[in-house]
């Protein structure tokens, strides 16, 4: 059944070399539905150009999801702006970056249930959430719940994050096929996530180099449930 309101969110930000911040300026105007801003924000940091992209999809069924998915939104971005990037090694970057990307979820996390306390009308609301930085030729991802990070490459399209859904799990133990998975009512039941009524993170964080000519897409699923690998692509 489609949502009376869509509880999708997205960001797109702009990554700018900075000497001592990831993120430097005003306040951050989310992207919502159709609305467009002229207003665009930008990002900085000590690596050179990149961007940040983000989608949120508040669960479905949930009392304010679309409130978990534009406070998550924005704690990521404000958790961001108060962090340094220093100049380390190659090495030590990655790890920089995935713990970060790490703190920052848990940041996340935390505001949505402190929300949740203070509005009891907004209690058990909750979102997914993917967030994609790319720095240099690297791309840095923070996933959880059953929104979707994909790279397209050459004619290949790659889904990068595991969907955290109870029927994932049966898949990849042997319980369920792929097909039965996808037909099951059980399909877009998350154990993952930022809020909802039993608050349970358990994040993919991970790095991936990326190449000329790549391109990332995240999307919700009411993009993947609309349309096959064969039409993303």
Not at 169 to 178: D, N, P, R, S, Y
Not at 199 to 204: I, N
Request: aromatic share 8%; hydrophobic share 35%; proline share 2%.
């Amino acid at each position: 059944a489609r949502r009376r309101n869509n509880q999708d969110r997205y960001f797109v930000g702009r990554l700018q070399r900075s000497s001592d911040t990831i993120i430097e300026g005003d306040s951050v105007d989310l992207q919502q539905d159709e609305q467009e801003s002229s207003e665009k924000p930008e990002f900085n940091y000590s690596g050179g150009t990149g961007a940040i992209l983000i989608v949120a999809d508040g669960v479905g069924g949930n009392v304010a999801g679309d409130v978990a998915a534009e406070l998550a939104i924005a704690s990521f971005v404000e958790f961001l702006g108060g962090q340094t990037d220093e100049a380390y090694t190659d090495a030590k970057q990655v790890m920089y970056w995935e713990n970060l990307l790490q703190r920052a979820i848990q940041h996340c996390q935390s505001r949505v249930l402190e929300y949740q306390h203070a509005f009891p009308n907004c209690d058990g609301m909750g979102t997914t959430f993917t967030a994609c930085i790319l720095v240099g030729s690297r791309a840095y991802i923070v996933h959880a719940g059953d929104s979707r990070a994909y790279l397209s490459r050459g004619r290949n399209l790659i889904q990068l994050t595991v969907d955290q859904t109870f029927t994932q799990k049966m898949v990849e133990e042997g319980g369920m096929t792929l097909r039965q998975a996808s037909k099951s009512p059980l399909s877009h039941c998350i154990w993952s996530s930022l809020g909802g009524k039993e608050p349970s993170l358990e994040p993919q964080v991970f790095c991936l180099d990326i190449q000329e000519h790549d391109k990332i897409l995240l999307c919700s699923d009411g993009l993947t449930n609309e349309l096959g690998r064969g039409d993303l692509r």
